[in-house]
């Protein structure tokens, strides 16, 4: 069995479609992920953006990404249904499980670090501070 792999897929569609389209075009694709054998593990409508250049007379897109997981044979029919739509302007996908990965290595990397600094261990714990100076630290 091949490795299961992290995939976001965002595509802009056209802004004239209907509400009631435009879950039937969201629903059409996560299905086909899930025929495929992945599973959509978050599924977000961004909303109405403007666009960074107009695209075929256009402006403004719906924003609608998706975070899936399998093999990448569903990507592959996810972006060749997703192609021959015509009420999808541009999409793209990004594997995204290599850099979460490191990106958490990194994360662990620092919190190792700054274990072995000096003071970490009294900030953790609440008394971060030392004495104020200046004040009447005299006991008498």
Known sequence: MAEKRVYEVVFIVDPDTQEEEMTKLTQNLSTVVTDQGGTITRNEV????????????KNEGVYVIFEVEGTGGEIAELERRMRVNDA?????????DE???????LK?????????RPGFAAAAAGGGSAPAR???DSEA
């Open 99 to 105: 850099d979460r990965q490191r990106a958490e290595k």
């Open 46 to 57: 961004l909303g109405r953006r403007q666009l960074a250049y107009r695209i075929g007379r």
């Open 88 to 96: 999808i302007m541009r999409y793209m996908t990004v594997r995204v």
């Open 134 to 136: 200046g004040g009447d």
């Open 108 to 116: 662990a990397r620092r919190q190792r670090k700054a274990a072995k």
